[in-house]
């Protein structure tokens, strides 16, 4: 059974691999060079006829900026497909030059001829050979023309922008009673298109809208609760606290303005999508709808966002120090501004849809540009802040500037007609102006978490702290990383965003972001910060698999297997350096840099290393070689010139040993190979132990001796064997010399083995009546005479003296003065 | 530490110049592609034994022997005996 079993599944192992591999040679059989000639010529003609289709809709007058932008984007890959399938050829090419270059050349004039089959053999190749280059030539000639293309799109659009800019209209039309009868005409077919789509839908669509409506609110619902069940918190801003921290306030403003945006967004969108999915909306009512809704979310965003950094209502909670009237004034005007521009658009859709004439068109924009000048104006000139005399103050020089300006400009644009520049700047003043409040909102944030302790002030930050073993210089690094994030996101969010804004389309910041992933290039030089970054990436994960194994390693197999300590470190150390080194090759050549690209740069260095990092090369062999030779390793006494104390570290380029006075001294390696380092605990631990001792002439050396041995051999920690040994050391000019000589298990007790032999032999001693002599010092004295002071002493000495006559005679007058006083006052008596 | 990094992209950047696809001369003389890139046609001159990057997005090339061929970028075409070999 077990066989039958797998036998079968070796069957299905073998079709599902041999299935391909026999397939892969039919194709090679039936799909010839004829084949694939023809296949890349159909598919080069029917890129060449997409171009055409593409280049007439680009001679389209009515081609606006959008369209460019998306032809733009398909005749790219019209070009790249062109180049794709130029490179099918290349096998084939290789295999036809290989083949001609077997056959050799041709048999020059006068030669014999060569057999048949291989002159048509030439032929052919030949022949194949020019067909395949005319393909390829074909594919050229198309990408150069869609490159021309390309060309053409990016002067087209500089010049739609700027006739766009610069275009003139004559207001005094605009403004004729004409327009208001066109404006009555155009309100009038929107009423009836608005309240004819509104009956056809509550007579036959009453239920889908209602349940479209009731599933959008749902989904929004869900989002609000939800947000503000995540985020309560931090959402909404508290008014019993007294002193909010500037990141709590920062995020009260973050938070309040996403949150309502993202869940009005939500509801909008979900609406329109169930709205089109029951097929409720009719003829031009999506689109009125679609600009009405997205008029709504900004004017609400702009509004949100006003509202939370200026808090009219909570003075605390404001993120501008501005006084309360002025945020009830700003947070007016802003909204003010919004909804201007936002009706503006609405109607142009409006205008669009229901082909209204012109002056309609330039009437509306310019009463709301004028509008919105008017508010830029006044913002400038609104005095928000108030100094501590109680006086007003207006706006820091450059913004009130800007803001005057920019509505002056907008008024004086409008009033000389050139109206699509005087949108355009409106436009950008309160979108622009929107996203870079935002982004530096959140910039602040991003600083206010990078200082020192801001991080851990974050609620995040407080969570780690409790559920984790996180240090607080830990979680200030994280905040550093946290913040640096931030700025990064802020970047790829914003710029993007702010760009759109200015006219570009989201094609060219597509193409930007691709070149910049893909490479730039600066000269011959191509940094591509994809690759980079993916290098960097590698690097890492690299970094902290190789840490983890190095822990794994050492915790976990070493520890267990009972491997020396020493041993162990050396091989922590060695797997770590390997690891990194292996990390940073990985990682280079993932970021795709060449390193023989280096070797030149190498090359030129090295006789420069050759000199100058001779040193630090030679501590480094050193180091491999302490490691691997292990003469001593980390806790072991050694002795090394003039150093001597316990091993703390052994690194790569140097050793650290800590003296017995716990002084780290730092040996560079090579130190250690070159000289002799003694080491007290190289096999084993026990060493030898010296005690010196005198006694006095005319004591009987034999019973010294005896108790000396007797007190080497009481004493607990005296090794016996090697047993100890008393040596009768020397006749010495004041007393016959001992030597008490031990054998101790652990070097390291050797002092308290010293001090407890030497105390035995001082008690003993005096009890035996053995007298220990000390060598008497002659005490000559000598009659010096009084050394006078030099010169200088002198003159201090004269100085001083007199500084104190004239201390004693001012305190001499003053008891006089005091006393001719008393003597004064009038007798009480 | 912000130094490091700095020299690291530095170093970086300087190995990233592999991105482009390159054409090494190892004959005697002079030998000359013509290389259509971005919608123009240029000649690449290529002295005895010179290395030159060029073609960074995609591009076709004339080879010496008159045989045209597309290159995405990333190759490298070697030009021995007067014939190109495509790497």
Do not use: C, H, M
């Given at each position: 059974m077990f066989f039958r079993l797998l036998r079968l599944i070796l069957v299905a192992i073998v079709a599902a691999f041999g299935q391909p591999a026999f397939d892969a040679s039919a194709q090679a059989i039936g799909h010839g060079a004829?084949?694939?000639?023809?296949?890349?010529?159909?598919?080069?003609?029917?890129?060449?006829?997409?171009?055409?289709?593409?280049?007439?809709?680009?001679?389209?007058?009515?081609?606006?900026?959008?369209?460019?932008?998306?032809?733009?984007?398909?005749?790219?890959?019209?070009?790249?497909?062109?180049?794709?399938?130029?490179?099918?050829?290349?096998?084939?090419?290789?295999?036809?030059?290989?083949?001609?270059?077997?056959?050799?050349?041709?048999?020059?004039?006068?030669?014999?001829?060569?057999?048949?089959?291989?002159?048509?053999?030439?032929?052919?190749?030949?022949?194949?050979?020019?067909?395949?280059?005319a393909v390829i030539a074909g594919a050229q000639n198309l990408s150069i023309r869609v490159n021309g293309l390309v060309d053409k799109i990016a002067v087209m659009r500089s010049e739609l922008f700027r006739s766009v800019i610069t275009k003139h209209y004559d207001l005094t039309d605009a403004l004729s009673p004409q327009a208001f009868s066109d404006a009555h005409d155009q309100f009038t077919g929107l009423y009836k298109a608005v309240s004819s789509w509104l009956s056809f839908a509550v007579k036959f669509k009453f239920q889908a809208i209602l349940a479209a409506t009731l599933m959008a609110l749902t989904l929004a619902a869900v989002l609000l609760i939800g947000g503000r069940r995540l985020f309560g918190r931090i959402f909404e801003a508290d008014p019993t606290v007294e002193d909010p921290s500037y990141l709590s306030r920062l995020s009260v403003a973050f938070w309040s303005t996403l949150l309502p945006t993202l869940a009005l967004g939500v509801f909008f969108a979900s609406a329109v999508f169930f709205f089109n999915y029951y097929n409720v909306l009719r003829g031009d009512i999506g689109s009125f709808l679609n600009a009405l809704l997205t008029v709504i979310g900004m004017v609400f965003c702009v509004n949100r966002l006003t509202n939370a950094a200026l808090e009219p209502r909570l003075p605390n909670w404001r993120l501008i120090p501005v006084a309360t009237g002025s945020a009830r004034w700003l947070v007016g005007l802003t909204t003010a501004m919004a909804l201007v521009l936002g009706l503006n658009y609405f109607l142009s859709v409006v205008n669009e849809k229901m082909g209204s004439p012109l002056s309609l068109t330039i009437a509306r924009s310019s009463v709301a540009t004028i509008i919105v000048g008017v508010i830029l104006i006044l913002m400038g000139l609104l005095r928000p802040f108030r100094a501590a005399d109680g006086s007003w103050r207006p706006w820091p020089a450059w913004l009130r500037f800007i803001a005057i300006g920019l509505g002056l400009f907008t008024i004086a644009a409008t009033l000389l007609g050139y109206i699509g520049l005087a949108l355009f700047v409106s436009f950008q003043v309160v979108v622009t102006g929107t996203v870079l409040v935002?982004?530096?909102?959140?910039?602040?944030?991003?600083?206010?978490?990078?200082?020192?302790?801001?991080?851990?002030?974050?609620?995040?930050?407080?969570?780690?702290?409790?559920?984790?073993?996180?240090?607080?210089?830990?979680?200030?690094?994280?905040g550093l990383v946290v913040s640096i994030a931030i700025n990064l996101m802020i970047v790829l969010v914003f710029l993007p965003l702010i760009l759109l804004m200015w006219g570009f389309q989201p094609g060219d910041i597509e193409a930007w972001a691709y070149k910049l992933a893909t490479g730039v290039t600066i000269g011959s030089v191509t940094i591509s910060f994809l690759g980079i970054l993916s290098g960097i990436v590698v690097f890492v994960i690299g970094y902290f698999l190789t840490r983890w194994f190095q822990g794994w390693l050492d915790g976990s197999v070493m520890a267990r297997g009972k491997v020396d300590a020493g041993v162990r470190n050396s091989i922590r150390l060695g797997v770590g350096y390997a690891g990194v080194a292996v990390a940073g090759l990985v990682g280079i050549s993932a970021a795709g840099i060449d390193l023989s690209n280096l070797a030149l740069v190498a090359g030129a260095l090295s006789l420069g290393i050759g000199f100058g990092l001779q040193n630090v090369v030679s501590n480094f062999v050193s180091g491999l070689i302490l490691l691997a030779e292990r003469p001593f390793k980390v806790g072991d006494w050694i002795v090394a010139g003039d150093v001597s104390g316990t091993v703390r570290k052994i690194s790569v380029r140097a050793t650290e040993i800590e003296t017995f006075q716990r002084q780290s001294v730092i040996l560079p390696n090579s130190n250690l190979i070159n000289n002799a380092v003694g080491n007290w605990t190289h096999r084993n631990k026990l060493g030898r132990v010296d005690i010196k001792v005198g006694v006095a002439y005319g004591s009987d050396v034999k019973r010294v001796h005896a108790i000396l041995m007797d007190i080497a051999r009481a004493h607990p920690m005296v090794l016996k064997n090697p047993e100890p040994f008393v040596l009768f050391a020397n006749f010495g000019l004041a007393a016959l010399e001992f030597e008490i000589r031990v054998f101790v298990a652990d070097v390291m007790n050797g002092s308290v083995v010293q001090n407890d032999i030497r105390f035995a032999i001082f008690d003993i001693f005096e009890e035996e009546q053995i007298e220990i002599p000390s060598t008497p010092r002659a005490v000559v004295e000598t009659k010096k005479h009084e050394a006078w002071p030099i010169d200088d002493d002198k003159i201090e000495a004269e100085f001083a003296e007199r500084q104190r006559l004239e201390a004693e005679a001012a305190a001499e007058r003053e008891r006089l003065a005091k006393m001719k006083r008393r003597g004064r006052k009038p007798d009480p008596g | 530490m912000w130094k490091s990094v700095g020299a690291a992209i530095a170093l970086l950047a300087l190995g990233g110049s592999a991105f482009a696809a390159s054409a090494i001369n190892r004959d005697a003389q002079t030998r000359t592609l013509v290389v259509t890139e971005g919608g123009a046609k240029s000649e690449l001159t290529l002295a005895a034994g010179e290395t030159v990057e060029f073609c960074s997005n995609g591009c076709f090339v004339t080879l010496p022997n008159g045989d045209l061929e597309a290159l995405t970028g990333s190759e490298t075409v070697e030009i021995s005996g007067g014939a190109a070999r495509i790497k």
């Open positions: 004829a084949e694939l000639i023809a296949d890349q010529t159909k598919v080069i003609q029917d890129l060449t006829s997409k171009t055409d289709g593409l280049e007439k809709k680009l001679n389209d007058p009515d081609q606006d900026d959008a369209g460019l932008v998306d032809i733009r984007l398909q005749l790219e890959d019209i070009s790249r497909a062109a180049l794709t399938s130029a490179l099918a050829f290349r096998q084939r090419l290789t295999d036809i030059n290989n083949r001609v270059g077997v056959l050799g050349p041709p048999p020059a004039q006068g030669q014999p001829p060569e057999p048949e089959i291989v002159s048509s053999e030439r032929s052919a190749l030949a022949a194949e050979k020019a067909e395949i280059n935002t982004a530096y909102i959140g910039f602040l944030s991003a600083r206010a978490i990078g200082e020192e302790g801001g991080f851990a002030d974050t609620s995040v930050g407080r969570w780690l702290s409790t559920n984790s073993s996180y240090e607080d210089t830990a979680l200030d690094q994280l | -």
